[in-house]
């Protein structure tokens, strides 16, 4: 493949030209409210004077700093090393190796949709803080980038890179990749179902009620709220939830539309997804170290899962949110992708070891000694404080439901170690089922407070350069944590047994 | 506290013990001092419920100063084998750390104004997961200073962090 050199003829490449489009749509935006606060100021002092036309230099300016933006943005590919320049007066150099890229993202808003580009991410540490960013490329020329940093077949010997700076690859075959997971929109059913969904959701009603409560006064609102008000409480719950359950399915589709995973050949992992902003991820094979099979309540007792990436160089699960590999779908579509993708269905399938009834104890007593104090903080209000009666009738509901959280936390906790894989799962209104690679653990902590001592257990940590870093086995009897640790990492423990 | 595996074979250095409890004695210091500041800023006449505090203090901190050190100096344990660093740590909560020298990144000597005029110093050892670093409190100056030569030739000859 010969590639062309935009940039001069050391093999530097620049920024796709429609950039200088995008940037200064961008700047726009970033300065939105300081240009509607002059534009305001000047409607305020009308007819005074056109002398300061802004916008005049505003926008050349704009444009010329794109412009020099675009000019001083270069880019290469060679001696095993990725380049970014950047900066005109402080010129900065960013390089990295390109056996420690992890994970390229592309990125492509609507701005950048409409002219076909998209923001290309590049990420070469561990926890994925150290990025190069470059924004924007052509989509083509992005996903060309993609393939030549993580499709490399071979690395080549490196007189051959200095005479070739690009690294000759195949384009990506499109037709060989192996699809394992397509959004079905019926999937969208289980949206309402998850936290993150609710959670959304209510933040916007929450945002929205504020909002509206400043054009109380208006008229049509107003008779709008007696209405609602004149309803019975239910009516209000009902139309609470309907709108709650609109956002979040709105939410779903809008981040997983046309989700698809796929994995080429190299074993390379593949998402693409999102309605009006699509997201890119490729997850090298050498970088993933497992999945996490997620379980909130919602979606468990719905029969959904959803899957995400343990994999290093990622953004960690709250930023971003790169690591989808599966929005929230049936059990059977999930698992089969985790199956297909660790290559342990015992890992993903089996029933777990259980920790045994001192964990159980210990479950069951931190879900009811809060439940306990509050019970009892009730009857005394009845007591003391001449509460009504129907707050103490709570007092047994209250305790039932801790002891089934209780058993339910009990029932989820447990773990497994497969010739590959270490498992471990627990929680209950948030259950996950980590995977995790046995060559992915580096480093043991076994922990144990004052409480656990008593109770004879202990928390089992692996730590890993992957996703959250550590995962735990929470409540495993000091054998039981001995024997895992000897079994994934025998020569480790012989010298300490 | 796990009985399939025995304590890591050494001890740090009895002189820790001075340094947890001048740090234990920093801690009680400051909440003394605000102790001291409630005492003149509070107007009312009545001073009961200062000194209860002051006696709940007292106990509690005297307490720490004497039981911590002791206690932590019988916990605190370290080894490290060609391999591997194995570590506990802890008094309250116990806590056992082991890392294979072939993920070992960084290795680190610190030594604060208090372990230097104790001659002492912290060996910090990471690895490429955040959650791992192991850590050693309270060791002789020139105890360390073997242990970081040692750690440092093994990791060097292994490249693969599992990052």
């Known amino acids: 493949m010969t590639e062309r050199a935009p940039g001069d003829g050391s093999g530097w490449r620049r920024l796709d030209a429609r950039m200088l489009l995008v940037h200064p749509v961008q700047t726009f935006v970033r300065f939105l409210p300081a240009i509607l606060a002059i534009l305001i100021a000047r409607s305020s002092t009308s007819g005074s004077s056109d002398g300061d036309r802004w916008e005049l230099v505003a926008l050349p300016l704009i444009v010329a700093v794109g412009a020099l933006r675009w000019l001083t943005t270069r880019y290469r590919i060679g001696d095993g090393q990725i380049e970014l320049r950047r900066g005109l007066l402080n010129k900065t150099t960013t390089t990295a190796r390109l056996d420690r890229v992890r994970t390229v993202d592309l990125t492509s808003e609507l701005h950048h949709r409409a002219l076909g580009l998209a923001k290309v991410e590049i990420s070469t540490g561990s926890a994925g803080k150290d990025r190069l960013v470059l924004d924007s490329l052509s989509l083509v020329d992005g996903r060309r980038l993609r393939a030549e940093l993580l499709h490399r077949a071979a690395p080549a010997p490196a007189p051959d890179l200095a005479a070739h700076p690009v690294l000759p690859v195949a384009p990506a075959d499109v037709s060989a990749d192996e699809e394992l997971l397509r959004l079905d929109p019926a999937w969208v059913r289980y949206a309402p179902l998850t936290l993150t969904g609710l959670a959304t959701a209510a933040a916007v009603v929450g945002f929205a009620v504020q909002g509206l409560q400043r054009y109380a006064d208006d008229g049509a609102l107003t008779s709008a709220a007696e209405q609602v008000r004149a309803l019975v409480w239910w009516a209000d719950v009902v139309i609470l939830l309907a709108v709650i359950s609109l956002l979040a399915v709105l939410a779903y589709v809008l981040s997983f539309w046309g989700f698809r995973l796929s994995r080429n050949t190299l074993g390379t992992l593949h998402a693409r997804r999102g309605l009006l902003t699509t997201r890119e991820t490729t997850i090298d094979r050498s970088r993933l170290r497992g999945v996490r099979v997620e379980a909130p309540l919602g979606l468990r007792l719905a029969g959904a899962r959803r899957l995400r990436a343990v994999s290093t160089g990622l953004p960690t699960e709250r930023g971003g949110g790169s690591d989808w590999l599966s929005p929230p779908a049936p059990v059977e579509a999930v698992t089969t992708v985790a199956v297909e993708i660790v290559d342990d269905a015992s890992a993903v399938l089996a029933a777990l070891v259980p920790h045994g009834p001192a964990a159980r104890r210990r479950r069951l007593n931190r879900a009811l000694a809060p439940a306990v104090v509050v019970g009892a903080a009730l009857i005394a209000a009845r007591a003391v404080l001449g509460w009504p009666t129907g707050f103490a009738v709570a007092v047994p509901v209250l305790l039932a439901a801790a002891f089934a959280l209780g058993m339910d936390r009990y029932a989820g906790l447990g773990h497994l170690v497969t010739p590959t894989h270490l498992v471990a799962q627990h929680g209950s209104l948030d259950r996950s089922r980590v995977v995790l690679a046995r060559e992915g653990i580096i480093g043991w902590t076994i922990r144990q407070s004052f409480f656990q001592r008593r109770a004879g257990v202990v928390t089992l940590v692996a730590t890993t350069a992957a996703g959250r870093q550590h995962y735990e086995l929470v409540d495993v009897t000091p054998e039981r944590a001995h024997a895992v640790v000897a079994e994934i990492t025998p020569a480790l423990v012989a010298d300490f047994s | ?163």
């Open chain 2, 1 to 163: 506290m796990v009985h399939a595996m025995r304590e890591p074979a050494h001890r740090v250095s009895p002189r820790a013990r001075r340094l947890w409890a001048v740090e234990a004695a920093l801690a009680v210091l400051v909440a003394l001092a605000a102790q001291a500041v409630w005492w003149f800023v509070d107007d009312a006449p009545d001073r009961t419920a200062h000194r209860v505090v002051a006696a709940v203090w007292a106990v509690v901190g005297l307490g720490y100063l004497v039981v911590m050190p002791q206690w932590r100096y019988r916990v605190h344990r370290w080894e490290a084998t060609p391999t591997a660093i194995y570590t506990q740590t802890g008094w309250l909560n116990l806590e056992r750390r082991i890392a294979p020298l072939s993920r070992v990144q960084t290795v680190d000597l610190e030594r604060g104004p208090l372990s230097q005029l104790l001659g002492l110093a912290s060996v910090t050892v990471t690895t490429a997961s955040a959650a791992g670093p192991v850590r050693i409190h309270g060791l002789d100056l020139p105890v360390a200073l073997d242990l970081v030569d040692s750690l440092t030739a093994a990791a060097v000859l292994d490249v693969g962090d599992a990052t």
